[in-house]
């Protein structure tokens, strides 16, 4: 009973410790700053895709600006000095126009370099999302194995309590429940695996009296001492 207990213990705690919930927690950290990286590099990209918009329509309202100009200037109305404005005003427009544009560049070659950034944090992201995916499944995987070998296990203790005496069951769980999960041990070369104390003379005389099928145990630490070949007595 006691070895069952202990390898039921022992399952619960693999289930606890398994290499990939270790993994999992890496790649969830590594996911969500991800995630994180990818926000900021959208709203940057969002910010240079105003940005573009705006330097665009204002070429859009020079150049609107030009063809007026130029459509008044070659209907001829207006005075000489009016249409003197006019040609002046073309040529600063011009200018304008062309300081406008280089801006529309720049901002373009910002815009695109912000939209690769956002194409490879992307790619990060889901590579990221696909490597959880699989971590996820190796947990199912890992964590479905040990539950059969649970199921196992308890199905064997279930058989044992069933024909040990109710006393002595109430007797082990109770020291059970207080000695860390381990309520019997084996006295093996008059030694108390439970706790490794050695008995002393007196309490191994007085185990060596006792008839084999009586309950004993350990003075010290209370657990119920199992008589092997090798216990010394």
Known sequence: MQGLDTRLAQLEHKRRTLPELAEAEKVDQRLADLRDVLVAAQTAEGDVAREQKK????????????????????????????LENIQHELQTLAKR????????????????????????????????QTRRDEVAAAIAEATGAVDRDVAAVTAERATIAGVLPEDLLALYERIRAAE???????????????????????????????????????????RILVRVPDSGL
Do not use: W, Y
């Open 55 to 82: 330097a665009e329509a204002d070429v859009e309202q020079v150049v609107n600006r030009a063809v007026r100009d130029r459509q008044m200037l070659q209907s001829g109305r207006g005075s000489a000095k009016d």
């Open 97 to 128: 126009q062309s300081d406008l544009e280089d801006v529309v560049l720049e901002v373009m070659e910002r815009r695109e370099t912000a939209q690769n950034r956002v194409t490879e944090m992307t790619v990060q992201r889901d590579e990221a």
């Open 180 to 222: 860390f999960g381990v309520g019997a041990a084996a006295l093996r070369r008059r030694r108390c695996e439970g706790c490794q104390l050695e008995l002393d003379i007196s309490e191994v005389n007085a185990i060596k009296a006792k008839p084999a099928d009586e309950v004993v145990r350990h003075e010290a630490c209370g």
